[in-house]
């Protein structure tokens, strides 16, 4: 069973920086495509950036330019650098595989997430 901690979560003023690390096991890591997803309150769970297996990125136009999403098969560990923060990134980042439809709700096993507050 695959199982998703995510870290690097916390209070940031808006402009700033926070890199986020997510490890998972139970899984062949190296061939899924990964994504970072996030859930703000009283909103669905969205997609905002993925990597192929062989590293080919993609992100949501809402963070283009200031996210930068990797991977590190040897660790089965995906990041997430998130540059010039806005108040509305405020959100708990999750990472999971990424489904050939790009749809959360392909998947019912998650973890517990990791918090990001950006301050204006």
Do not use: H
């Not at 990597?51 to 136009?61: C, I, K, L, P």
């Not at 990134?89 to 990472?95: G, L, N, P």
């Not at 998947?107 to 990001?116: A, L, M, R």
Request: aromatic share 10%; net charge positive.
């Amino acid at each position: 069973q695959v199982q998703l901690v995510e870290s690097g979560g916390g209070l940031v003023q808006a402009g700033g920086s926070l890199r986020l690390s997510c490890a998972a096991s139970g899984i062949i890591f190296s061939i899924y495509a990964m994504g970072w997803y996030r859930q703000a309150p009283g909103k669905q769970r969205e997609l905002v950036a993925s990597v192929t297996n062989r590293g080919s990125t993609n992100y949501a136009d809402s963070v283009k330019g200031r996210f930068t999403i990797s991977r590190d098969n040897a660790k089965n560990k995906v990041y997430l650098q998130m540059n010039s923060l806005k108040p509305e990134d405020t959100a708990v980042y999750y990472c999971n595989r990424v489904s050939v439809s790009r749809r959360p709700t392909d998947f019912d096993s998650w973890g517990q997430g990791t918090q990001v507050t950006v301050s204006s």
